[in-house]
């Protein structure tokens, strides 16, 4: 993606999506858009017209915190929009640009990370990246997202929410969930714009669904650290879950999510039944080897 045009149309649709009501303006007369102009974001923001048109014209290079910070209060970014518009000029400084570690081409996950999975069984648990594909789960995290892992999703939210078709089951508000799920990867867009995986991935969902195109344009961003979502399992129902994100230090750029139910609920009492089956699910796995011997040697006597 281009730097200055990501710049461009992010910043005019935050100006687009501030009325002049929300800025404190008083105003009079018709207007042609709803939004703020330029001139008056200028104004907020304590810059000349001319200079304000060179940053949203994507000009992001060379202009310092102070005048982005006076941007955001002027826009009323969130943290997260904020943290965007900073990481979009990071990118357009070049020399800012942070070393960047060589990551293999198959990610493999350390045994202590894996061992630190497993030892969480009373909620799904799991890695991910900022391309939103699942990269380690615990048993029961694979036993909650397994529709993500045996269809069109291939192990990766974004294509499981809008390129499945049992995403609008899984999630009962597909609306939100689908708004969250872009807002995740445009920010990631912003952190990495070089991110060749990422590049496809967006352009793959641009051009297989309406939806997510649509959202795509909007440029909203968001951090995705804590909250409680709603799900519909295939097998066991409705389950409230409350999730907690951690970045993780060694591994820059992934993420650890645990997900919970509240203590003695009827979703506590779900995942317990989930987990159960998936136990059973897999001894009845392991235990399939095991008899396909015992009837082939009894089938040579």
Known sequence: MDNRTEAREFLMSRRANLSPEQAGLTVSGQRRVAGLRRS??????????????KIERGNLAGVSDAVLESVVRALQLDDAEREHLFDLARVAGGAAQPVRRRRPKTWVARESLTRALDVIDHGPAFVRNGRMDILATNALGRAFYDEVFDGPGQGNLARFCFLDTRATAFYPDWE??????????????GRDPRDKQLHDLIGELCTRSDAFRTRW??????????????????????ITLTYEGMELTAEPGLSFLIYTAEPGSPSQERLQLLASLAATAKRELDDEPASQAAETKETKR
């Open 217 to 238: 344009g909007a440029h909203n961003v968001r951090r995705h650290g804590s909250g409680t979502k709603l799900f519909v399992h295939h097998d066991v129902g409705e």
């Open 40 to 53: 008056e974001v200028a104004m907020l923001a304590d810059v000349s017209p001319e200079y304000y048109a």
């Open 176 to 189: 939100a969930a689908a708004d969250i799920t872009v807002s995740i990867l445009r920010t990631e867009a």
